[in-house]
């Protein structure tokens, strides 16, 4: 009964904003972090942030994206966002919503696309 549903993805400039979101369902009291991951068709799926539900200051950020990308979530909304700051073209990727169960079990949203070019 899980289900992760991502929103916010579009076209954007380079050096402009995007927020995603990902709405959860079925996941109340059981949800032990989620986070975002990207994958370009072809390579593998990696991790952009991720947050602990439990302990939200627990964070993890590629690389990549620390300082530009804030990850968050709203509990009483089941909402998760991630604030996406001066995007780079290498930003482009589809964007997945990951929700990981306590016991380890995850669920994953469909991806949303986000491009960045001029």
């Known amino acids: 009964q899980v289900q992760l549903v991502e929103s916010g993805g579009g076209l954007v400039q380079p050096g402009g904003s995007l927020t995603l979101s990902c709405a959860t369902t079925?996941?109340?009291?059981?949800?032990?972090?989620m986070g975002w991951y990207r994958q370009v068709p072809g390579k593998e799926r990696e991790l952009v942030a991720i947050i602990s539900v439990r302990n939200e200051r627990v964070t993890n950020y590629a690389d990549s994206v620390k300082g530009r990308f804030t990850i968050s979530m709203n509990s009483a909304k089941n909402t998760m966002y991630l604030q996406m700051n001066n995007l780079k073209p290498e930003d482009t990727s589809v964007y997945y919503c990951?929700?990981?169960?306590?016991?380890?079990?995850?669920?994953w949203g469909e991806g949303t696309q986000v491009t960045v070019s001029s």
């Open positions: 990951l929700a990981r169960m306590l016991g380890d079990r995850d669920f």
């Open positions: 079925g996941t109340r009291f059981r949800l032990s972090a």
